[in-house]
């Protein structure tokens, strides 16, 4: 079913969006506290940066949702996965203020865990009823796939030592290709 006609390219669109978001969310989670202490600032606030961008992970989820009820996932879901390869590409830059560093590693958190929450709930719609567990595991399973290569990505870049905003670039330009491949998914939740 989920190559069947009408299906086959929402499901490699999806798992797309699903493998280069979770590349992403994973080099986060895995790297962030380094990255801070790389940046300059003390080991203390290595937690610090690890606290705001799973506080924003956990109110992420919460705002996608209302602005995927109101406007449809066709923009909200890119828009987010935008702002959140914005957000990525910015912290790469912030080498001098701890509250600007904490406030855009909050938006990381916020925009790229968030629209993962919103991939979920697509996934579900995408799909009819019969395939839908099917879709989704699918989906997940190929975005697990990221989530392994994110911090080996990450781990091997920065043996590369090729600089703090770079790391960053390399993200920011998977989230700028994850919200692409939600874009042009067919199948999307209208606006309620």
Aim: a positive charge; one cysteine or more.
């Amino acid at each position: 079913m989920l190559f069947a006609p009408g299906y086959a390219r929402d499901t490699l669109k999806l798992w797309a969006t699903f493998f280069t978001n979770l590349i992403a969310v994973y080099f986060l989670i895995s790297w962030i506290p380094t990255l801070v202490v790389e940046a300059g600032f003390a080991i203390r606030y290595a937690t610090w940066a690890t606290v705001a961008l799973n506080l924003g992970g956990a109110t992420g989820p919460l705002l996608l949702a209302q602005l995927t009820a109101r406007y449809g996932a066709r923009y909200a879901l890119p828009a987010a996965l935008l702002l959140a390869a914005l957000s990525v590409v910015i912290t790469g830059r912030v080498h001098q203020s701890l509250p600007l560093l904490l406030t855009l590693v909050f938006c990381c958190g916020f925009f790229s865990f968030g629209a993962q929450i919103s991939l979920n709930a697509l996934t579900a719609y995408i799909y009819p009823t019969q395939a839908r567990s099917t879709g989704v595991g699918w989906a997940l399973g190929i975005g697990r796939i990221g989530s392994i290569l994110g911090p080996l990505v990450g781990g091997l870049l920065l043996q590369m030592k090729l600089g703090l905003a770079n790391y960053f670039l390399v993200f920011s330009t998977l989230l700028i290709a994850a919200a692409l491949s939600a874009f042009v998914i067919r199948r999307h939740q209208p606006p309620a």
